[in-house]
């Protein structure tokens, strides 16, 4: 079934749609969730409010593009204000204006599992970790992420250059380790 | 300047990662968009609701009032049919000119008309000699029933019964088309020199289905039905609160204030004698409460933290969560679908102001509420409708006067009302009861 069809179908209320639309899209979406948080608990919390605003606004969907990508839009929007409301992510996304870090010129190859870079950014303190999946993985400019967090362009240049320069230092070392086959110790 | 190799080395493999849910996350997806769907369906059954309510007490009054009113001229306007198969229609207008015009006395005032009933015949002489026996027996004095011949017209005999209504107009005549006319036609017999007539109507007292509104305001409150579990659950919920915070006191958690609560809907009743009458309808109740809360938290609170419905509250987007204090006042609204059945007794036989007394009972269904709760694990305020007993049982009582006027009968009187079912069916919060008290008007139009 294709997708104009399968939306229709969820449009009308047909609850086998709805899950249809759902085990096409939930292992997909439960990884971008899961990138944004710190726990598959609070990943699959993300999952279940953004499918739900996902059925709320289907009507809203205007076929221009690719379904998937305007659901994985939704489940940022909302992994991004669940961060915001849950007081675990509070101070942790207390974003400061430092002084403007360089991006390194490192250019690690990344021989990483997906798992186990998944596992890496995951790592990394909330703020970092939100604005380097906006940037590096969904493509967001630095404008773009300053406006959905709220903060300055050079902010966001700032805490990105830092994100990318720890989790580059993080995966050289996991590499060494598995090159010198010793056993991996968490950062 | 950095190499977005990396970049797309990472969007690459993040693209390709794929977790597996656990099937709790459909089950609660699906349940709250069940829950969304019948939301938005709500507003439309209130208007159905509204509509059907205003269309039916309309259409259903109009017909037992045209009902009735046909019948309180069936005396006057039936065909009575001569042994010679002549055909005299009683109050047919084409009649001869002297029958219609010899009318002796013709009641124009409810004094007039009073007067007549009292003087109980009419008489008149029709130009053929026929002699039209008709007789009317005051229901005041049903019991000295007497049969006086009369020579009337037909027109009379009409007019006779239609001046005699106006009577009802100025008196509480609930029910009865005796009771409403003052009195009633029995039975009338047209006799000729030749032909004789009889006219066999109204033999058998009929008691109708009747339609009207009912409306009532007034006053809600949650009382406690047992003593010793009020207590409890007072001292469970300060225990665990002191035990949360250590830093409250008692004050904080606020008492369930009284608040407005009223109603309104369509009512049947249907007289089962002189003095009862069995009242149903269907009406929508509106009660509120109100407490003192403190500030609304923006967390969401773990699914894991509440034990008042763990899946509901994980599936809820934006939980109202307040924490305990006096920093504002919240309203508890719940709208309850009731479905009301009573008997209702005449005290009095006043026809200008007439006591009755009601009882009964009512099932009701909770259609919606936005009830916050204090969970004593948690020291908060939430919401949570899963706590309500959303079937309620509930008993009444009422003292009404009847208040004629021109036509429509009106009864208003304090009630009260109380529930035998539980508001919360939650452990540990106590068995809150609704008490009701207030006034109640009920409107039944007047018949034609």
């Known amino acids: 079934m294709d997708h104009h069809q399968l939306v229709r179908d969820c449009l009308r209320g047909d609850g086998t749609a709805q899950r249809q639309l759902y085990e096409q899209f939930a292992g997909a979406m439960l990884g971008v969730c899961y990138r944004y948080t710190k726990s598959l608990v609070d990943a699959e919390d993300v999952l279940q409010e953004g499918f739900i605003m996902v059925y709320k606004n289907l009507h809203q969907f205007n076929f221009a593009g690719e379904l998937g990508g305007w659901i994985r839009r939704i489940m940022v929007n909302t992994a991004i204000n669940y961060l915001k409301k849950n007081s675990r992510y509070q101070t942790d996304l207390l974003y400061t204006d430092g002084v403007l870090h360089p991006v390194s010129d490192d250019d690690p190859e990344v021989s990483l599992s997906t798992k186990e870079l998944a596992e890496l950014i995951r790592q990394l303190p909330a703020g970092y970790q939100t604005i380097f999946n906006l940037h590096a993985v969904e493509g967001y400019s630095h404008v773009e992420i300053g406006k959905i967090l709220g903060i300055k362009e050079g902010t966001s240049r700032s805490q990105y250059a830092r994100a990318r320069s720890l989790l580059i230092s993080w995966i050289n070392r996991f590499e060494a380790a598995n090159k010198n086959e010793t056993t991996y110790v968490r950062p | ?448």
Do not use: C
């Open chain 2, 1 to 448: 300047m950095y190499d977005p190799r990396f970049e797309k080395a990472v969007q690459h493999k993040m693209e390709e990662l794929e977790i597996r849910p656990s099937e709790s996350v459909w089950v609660n997806i699906e349940k709250t968009v069940s829950a969304e769907r019948r939301r938005r369906g709500a507003p439309f059954f209130w208007r159905l609701f509204i509509a059907t309510m205003l269309v039916g007490g309309v259409v259903t009054g109009y017909y037992f009032g045209e009902k009735a009113g046909r019948r309180s001229v069936a005396p006057a306007t039936a065909r009575a049919w001569t042994a010679g198969g002549a055909k005299a229609s009683a109050s047919d207008p084409s009649g001869p000119p002297e029958t219609r015009n010899k009318q002796v006395e013709v009641s124009k005032t409810p004094a007039a008309a009073s007067a007549a009933s009292k003087k109980k015949y009419t008489r008149t002489t029709t130009s053929d000699d026929s002699v039209i026996h008709a007789t009317i027996v005051s229901k005041q004095t049903a019991e000295e029933r007497f049969a006086d011949e009369a020579k009337t017209s037909s027109d009379e005999a009409k007019t006779s019964v239609t001046g005699n209504s106006r009577i009802g107009a100025y008196l509480y005549t609930p029910g009865l088309e005796e009771q409403r006319y003052g009195v009633r036609v029995q039975g009338a017999s047209l006799k000729t020199n030749k032909n004789m007539v009889s006219l066999n109507t109204l033999s058998q007292v009929r008691r109708p289905w009747e339609a009207g509104f009912v409306a009532g305001g007034g006053f809600d409150r949650l009382n406690r039905l047992d003593g010793g579990q009020a207590g409890n659950a007072a001292s469970y919920t300060a225990s665990s609160f002191y035990g949360l915070t250590r830093a409250a006191t008692k004050t904080d958690i606020s008492d369930v204030r009284p608040g407005a609560s009223f109603y309104a809907g369509i009512y049947l009743q249907k007289q089962v004698s002189n003095r009862w009458t069995f009242h149903t309808g269907l009406d929508l109740h509106y009660y509120s409460t109100s407490v003192s809360i403190g500030q609304q938290l923006n967390v969401i609170a773990s699914p894991a933290a509440s034990l008042l419905n763990q899946t509901a509250l994980a599936a809820a987007p934006a939980p109202l969560v307040f924490t305990v204090g006096d920093l504002q006042n919240y309203v508890n609204r719940y709208y309850l679908l009731e479905l009301p059945v009573s008997m209702q007794y005449r005290i009095n036989r006043s026809k200008l102001l007439p006591l009755f007394v009601e009882g009964g009972a009512a099932v009701s269904r909770l259609m919606g509420a936005n009830a916050i709760f204090y969970n004593p694990s948690t020291g908060l305020y939430l919401k949570n409708e899963n706590v309500l007993n959303k079937t309620q049982f509930n008993i009444s009582s009422a003292l009404l006067v009847g208040l004629p006027f021109h036509g429509i009968r009106i009864q208003a009187g304090p009630e009260v009302q109380y529930g035998l079912t539980p508001l919360i069916n939650g452990q540990g919060l106590g068995d809150q009861h609704f008490f009701y008290a207030g006034v109640r008007l009920v409107v039944l139009p007047g018949r034609k």
